[in-house]
């Protein structure tokens, strides 16, 4: 599996952004989808994932109710809908997908394959 991010940029303080990240491979829809972040200095943060039927959806407390994972199997593609950004989430987003669900979801070794990141810049 081949991941694919895209959607990064520089954004003011309350904007938005989507992030979108495409998968290649015929057993996409069967993985569970994550986004991770790493901002300089720190280790690499769980934000969000998927299960692979889209039924269970799991989010960071610090981007709660302001950030939305979605997935469209048909499309083999999973976003990331960050709205009322903040400096501090400024960082590099990875997309990421693990071959087997696990309770460990927020564990960045749980996932098997990574995308190559994408910079999100939010200014104050």
């Known amino acids: 599996v081949q991941l694919q991010a895209s959607g990064g940029g520089l954004v003011q303080a309350g904007g938005s952004l989507r992030l979108s990240c495409a998968a290649s491979?015929?057993?996409?829809?069967?993985?569970?989808m994550g986004w991770f972040r790493q901002a300089p200095g720190k280790e690499r943060e769980f934000v969000a994932t998927?299960?692979?039927?889209?039924?269970?959806?799991y989010y960071a407390d610090s981007v709660k109710g302001r950030f939305t994972i979605s997935r469209d199997n048909a499309k083999n593609t999973v976003h990331l809908q960050m709205n009322s950004l903040k400096p501090e989430d400024t960082a590099v987003y990875y997309c990421?997908?693990?071959?087997?669900?696990?309770?460990?979801?927020?564990?960045?070794?749980?996932?098997?394959?990574w995308g190559q990141g994408t910079q999100v810049t939010v200014s104050s």
């Open positions: 990421a997908a693990d071959r087997h669900w696990s309770a460990s979801y927020y564990k960045a070794d749980e996932y098997d394959y």
């Open positions: 491979g015929r057993t996409f829809s069967s993985y569970a």
């Open positions: 998927n299960r692979w039927n889209g039924g269970s959806t």
